[in-house]
């Protein structure tokens, strides 16, 4: 069981999908006391009676799909996303009911102000974006073009993927995850790489939220890559400035 450590940590999600300050509070300590309910009912119980917490736990009500989570991660196995012993469940996420927006994916990290912890290895993911990942992983096999939304949660799962390794950062994360992708994609010799390029480096930034972007996400600044990984990787899909 994880407890709180002193000095009031906070748990951080990653909602791969834009999202407004005013939705963030609630559903990380939802999903932190629910991981801790699984954990140890008796720890957390305490915490449950917490008002507030309470309510948020109750409000988010976690379904894992486990055939879902499995089929994805052997799928991601035979393309070549290696995901380095991390796993992947499947469940609905909440809702974003201001704009409409659902969380796509995340990872559990908890931090004691001033040190982060190490996110966990397990990636939370919609179902929907499970879903949408099974169906992009199935068009590159039948050499179809890959739809917006096969895109996202592909894109969703190499972010979350940064995170298990110890990404923090955001931006980092992202920018990274772009350029994964992009040398993943290119590797399948999807004819869906040129027509994708423009699109989603024109509406990269206005998808997420501010905390995802960064100026030196494009060719040649910070968070180039190219030549510092060892898979494949391409600069097609970042932001040009
Ligand atoms: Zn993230």
Not at 12 to 23: K, M, Q
Not at 68 to 75: C, M
Request: one cysteine or more; hydrophobic letters at 35%.
């Amino acid at each position: 069981m994880k407890r709180f450590p002193a000095g009031q940590p906070t748990n951080e999600r990653c909602p791969r999908a834009a999202s407004p300050e005013n939705s963030r509070e609630s559903e990380s300590t939802a999903k932190y006391i629910g991981k801790m309910a699984v954990g140890a009912l008796a720890g957390a119980s305490a915490i449950l009676a917490a008002g507030n917490m309470y309510t948020a736990y109750r409000a988010y009500t976690p379904s894992p799909e486990p055939d879902l989570s499995k089929n994805v991660l052997a799928a991601l196995e035979v393309h070549d996303i290696a995901m380095d012993g991390a796993t992947i469940t499947c469940r609905e996420m909440p809702s974003d009911r201001d704009n409409g927006l659902t969380q796509s994916g995340g990872v559990y990290t908890y931090k004691i102000p001033g040190v982060w912890q190490h996110p966990t290895t397990v990636v939370h993911m919609n179902t929907r974006h499970c879903q949408e990942a099974l169906a992009g992983l199935d068009a590159i096999d039948s050499a179809q073009p890959l739809e917006p939304s096969q895109v996202d949660a592909l894109v969703t799962v190499f972010h979350e993927r940064e995170h298990t390794r110890g990404v923090i950062d955001e931006a980092t994360a992202e920018c990274t995850a772009l350029q994964k992708f992009g040398g993943w994609l290119e590797s399948k010799d999807n004819s869906s790489m040129q027509t994708l390029a423009e699109p989603m480096r024109s509406t990269h930034n206005e998808r997420l939220s501010a905390e995802y972007m960064s100026l030196e996400c494009r060719p040649g600044g910070a968070l180039d890559i190219t030549g510092k990984s060892d898979e494949p990787t391409s600069t097609a899909f970042l932001p040009r400035g």
